[in-house]
């Protein structure tokens, strides 16, 4: 009951009624995104995708525009990140890192027509956006990132990087 | 890991932490511990060790966790307080018991990593 009081609380609920009433009167009815939608060209990374995926789609973009942006809101950061990984393992690449927060608006309506309000919830989540250039940019932010020095030094940087086809599994009948 | 305990189940993995550097102005972020402290402990290095800067570390799932603690910092500090991000890949090495033979083996994983330095800006918003 106390945790279901600080969420009104939090919720900027003025009237005394709801204020008594607890969240398991109200059900979620809408959930809105304040963000843009991405590009087609962005790789957007979810939390239950598959990496090989993004990985082989952004090899695509690097191919096509020497150039891919990889991005990933919440728990799919952390896939976001390791696709960058996986590509500057075999590249290197001048990268550049953006973090910011996204905010979600959840509305919350009363269930069984009881005389309560509705009620508006905002949540901050951060999120991350990696460009990944084969040229070195002209403009170099507060998140750019070199590409790191490996062990040999007589390793090419390669023009036009050539990449292995990406075969998938053959589905089971 | 799964696959290894299914092959071979006698096999026992200890999973050593990684090498790292330790600063007075480093922080490594846990999902074990409460972030309200770890936000308490950042804050406390800016502000009152008068510190030019803070480097905030986090692997695998904690990185949301770092990223949100830098955004918070610097709303917190009103215009006072810039980010900047880099990411690494870590090699973690674990050590293999074979309980039934007494051998030990080692494997090398490999994880993300992101590191924030949260530092001081020139311009004052009034």
């Given at each position: 009951?106390?945790?279901?009081?600080?969420?009104?609380?939090?919720?900027?609920?003025?009237?005394?009624?709801?204020?008594?009433t607890?969240?398991?009167?109200?059900?979620?009815?809408?959930?809105?995104?304040?963000?843009?939608?991405?590009?087609?060209?962005?790789?957007?990374?979810?939390q239950?995708?598959?990496?090989?995926?993004?990985?082989?789609?952004?090899k695509?973009?690097?191919?096509?525009?020497?150039?891919?942006?990889?991005?990933?809101?919440?728990?799919?950061?952390?896939?976001?990140?390791?696709?960058?990984?996986?590509?500057?393992k075999?590249?290197?690449?001048?990268?550049?890192?953006?973090?910011?927060?996204?905010?979600?608006?959840?509305?919350?309506?009363?269930?069984?027509?009881?005389?309560?309000?509705?009620i508006?919830?905002?949540?901050?989540?951060?999120?991350?956006?990696i460009?990944?250039?084969?040229?070195?940019?002209?403009?170099?932010?507060?998140?750019?990132?070199?590409?790191?020095?490996?062990?040999?030094?007589?390793?090419?940087?390669?023009?036009?990087?050539?990449?292995?086809?990406?075969?998938?599994?053959?589905?089971?009948? | 890991?799964?696959?290894?305990?299914?092959?071979?189940?006698?096999?026992?993995?200890?999973?050593?932490?990684?090498?790292?550097?330790?600063?007075?102005?480093?922080?490594?972020?846990?999902?074990?511990?409460?972030?309200?402290?770890?936000?308490?402990?950042?804050?406390?290095?800016?502000?009152?060790?008068?510190?030019?800067?803070?480097?905030?570390?986090?692997?695998?799932?904690?990185?949301?966790?770092v990223i949100?603690?830098a955004?918070?910092?610097?709303?917190?500090?009103?215009?006072?307080?810039?980010?900047s991000?880099t990411?690494?890949t870590?090699?973690?090495?674990?050590?293999?018991?074979?309980?039934?033979?007494?051998?030990?083996?080692?494997?090398?994983?490999?994880?993300?990593?992101?590191?924030?330095?949260?530092?001081?800006?020139?311009?004052?918003?009034s």
């Amino acid at each position: 009951l106390l945790y279901n009081k600080i969420i009104l609380r939090l919720c900027h609920v003025t009237d005394e009624q709801s204020m008594n009433t607890g969240m398991e009167n109200y059900e979620k009815k809408e959930v809105i995104k304040n963000f843009k939608v991405a590009d087609k060209d962005v790789v957007k990374c979810s939390q239950h995708g598959k990496l090989h995926g993004f990985v082989h789609f952004s090899k695509k973009q690097l191919n096509e525009k020497r150039s891919v942006t990889i991005s990933g809101i919440g728990g799919a950061v952390n896939k976001a990140v390791s696709t960058a990984e996986l590509l500057k393992k075999d590249l290197d690449l001048h990268q550049t890192n953006t973090i910011y927060f996204v905010t979600i608006t959840e509305i919350w309506t009363p269930k069984n027509n009881q005389n309560l309000q509705n009620i508006e919830v905002d949540r901050k989540v951060p999120a991350i956006s990696i460009k990944l250039d084969i040229e070195e940019p002209t403009e170099k932010g507060a998140g750019y990132q070199p590409p790191e020095l490996t062990s040999s030094p007589d390793k090419p940087i390669s023009r036009q990087p050539k990449f292995k086809k990406f075969n998938p599994k053959p589905k089971r009948k | 890991m799964a696959s290894i305990s299914a092959k071979s189940p006698e096999l026992r993995m200890k999973k050593n932490a990684p090498a790292h550097s330790r600063g007075i102005n480093e922080l490594y972020v846990d999902n074990t511990q409460p972030f309200n402290q770890q936000l308490e402990r950042a804050w406390r290095i800016l502000d009152e060790g008068k510190l030019d800067h803070v480097l905030v570390h986090g692997i695998g799932p904690a990185m949301q966790r770092v990223i949100n603690l830098a955004l918070q910092i610097k709303l917190r500090g009103n215009g006072m307080f810039d980010v900047s991000a880099t990411t690494h890949t870590v090699h973690l090495h674990d050590d293999l018991n074979d309980t039934d033979t007494g051998l030990v083996t080692s494997q090398t994983r490999r994880n993300s990593s992101i590191s924030i330095k949260i530092f001081r800006t020139l311009n004052v918003v009034s």
